[in-house]
């Protein structure tokens, strides 16, 4: 769709229905919060159906393979449906997927209006699903609340456009940036309230990823432990195999664990007992293979989002090669003051202050006694 | 005083006034804040007049040597000081100063009540003036905010009991804890902001130590540069007499340069021109000197506070001997992930995470993209 007729689609509206749209779109947006950690690698979607300034309908998109939010709100509305106004955060689909195309639905219905936050970030979709909506006279309203509704999708159009998932750094640091004791102790740095921050994350990211040395040294679960959640794929970058076959996490039989290894280890007595217990390989092939290779890999497997959580080396190694999207790092007010103990990142030799790495647009949470930095964008070198 | 003594003081008033009374003492800590930067050694003190439910006189110690506020308030009141109530934050004084007792013109300016938030801390005077004025008949109420009252004279309040100075750290770190790259390039870590409200500090505490390395690498100012601030006193601890004679700090002919130094560096040349430049020397004895022996002598000048500002080893041992009172250290969203970087401290060996050093009660202050951790305790090692 080219960029003028983006921007006669979204000029098309008088500003009559502006606070009103906003408000349903504020609701639509709730709704497909509904799925976090549900619908991956498919969008969060809401729909309202409003009649009169009354919701007739309402529904989201649940679960991955299911009815999309339209269907499910014009389902709910269902004769209420004419003459309405559909509200939708993304695009309606106009193409068979796994479901049919909503927009036949909504023309179906009988629906006067539909307003629309995000257009369809695929590029040879985007803007379809409008124009068969305009051509079949329904008035159609673009961009309301469109940087909010970006900001929820923001895992969703990363990996559409990219096909790489969207890569979240979490850290547990003390204030002078250590991740572990020189012994490797670890146990805890940050206090409840922050622990119980990083299962919701858990929920919602896809994945997590681990380099073997954390694995060696925490043996952790990698669960989510929160209720009502499912547990995320555990990747664990282990180019030499050094896995242990009575770690934690090989214990799980749900085929979510994600081994990253050599090509060479093919195989390998390892290699077959690890595949006995269900576990999938990513294969490198070079020696110096680069954080993209395993993204690739992960984004073939349906994989749209992976929180990265340690250990120095790989979180340097991913940071280094431009691959964080966003992150949550938790400081807690604790100081180890021992040069030997673990930095959350390492390697790197910068003579000049300016010439640091920087986090743009931090926002800051707080924790009883711990603070955490939030952001959604890379960690660029200024240089 | 004894506690029981202490105790009987403050059950005499009923609760009749309690409201009104935590309103004026509010206005009264407002006021002694007038006098920041200005009474040091002295305590912050303000005090109101109030008869009919009407503030009839304010004042506040304006500045060390100068009039205490009760008399600053009752001047103002004149003849509306008969039968007022008067509010002061510190017990007020029974003994010759600088100037005369308070109490003495509470009870001749015919007061009916005194309100008073916290007993003087010396104790060979505490509770002596609040006996005088009930002797001469006059209601008095003390512990009216007292938390307060304390935090707000807590530096007086560390001073007259210990004798030391109150240690307050200020640290400009990256999220990985480094003040400096690995070439001591530390321009700028935190942004305009952070560095504004450092300005303030350093017009609240009295001086400002650093480490020799420091001097040398930075060649700091270490001036006030707000508007009608007065400079603190700049400390220098530098045993080798390290200092470059055209070190910027050197240029300010006001008396405030103090160099801690080697006993065995007196009257050689460079300690000779130095002197010639206005400097003030304390020299240790031993080479394996504790901080405390330079706090002693800080004390001993009438220095009630210093902030801390580093480096590393300095900030580190200042640490170690348990001497930090409080602090605010701002964290910039840069990273350096140099281990050759300067970290903010450092020369412990801990294994334990559980052991490692803990700010307790950390209060967090957002600076734009910067954020602080402030706190007014030690920084204790957890064993």
Known sequence: ????D??????????????????????????ALKGVGKVNPNPLVGAIVVKNDHIVGEGYHESYGEAHAEVNALNMAGKNSENSTIYVNLEPCSHFGKTPPCVDKIIAMGVKRCVVSVLDPNPLVSGKGIE????????????????EGQEL?????HYITTG?????????????????????????????SARKKVMTLRNRYSGIMIGINTLLQDDPSLNSREENARDPYRIIVDPELKILLDSKILKFNDKKNIIVTSLSNENSPKYMELLKLG??????????????????????LKIDSLI????????????EEGHINGGEIFIAPK??????????????????????????SPKFNIYDDNISIEFYNKIDLNI
């Open 1 to 4: 769709m080219k960029n003028e």
């Open 6 to 31: 983006r921007e006669s689609i979204k000029n098309i509206n008088d500003e009559k229905y502006l606070e009103q749209d906003k408000k349903y779109m504020k609701l639509v947006f709730k709704l």
């Open 132 to 147: 068969k909506l305009k051509n079949a006279g329904i008035e159609v309203r673009v961009g309301i609340l469109e940087n």
């Open 153 to 157: 999708n923001r895992v969703f159009f």
């Open 164 to 192: 790489l998932p969207y890569v979240f750094l979490k850290c547990a640091i003390t204030l002078d940036g250590k991740i572990a004791t020189r012994t490797f102790d670890s146990k805890w740095i940050t206090n409840e």
């Open 279 to 300: 576990v999938q390989f990513i294969l490198l092939k070079n020696k110096n293979f680069l954080i993209k290779d395993i993204l690739e890999e992960l984004g073939k």
């Open 308 to 319: 990265l959580e340690g250990g120095s080396n790989l979180i340097s190694r991913v940071v």
């Open 335 to 360: 100081i180890l003051g021992d040069e030997k103990a673990l930095p959350f990142m390492s390697g790197f030799k910068i003579d000049k202050m300016e010439n640091c790495f920087q986090i743009k």
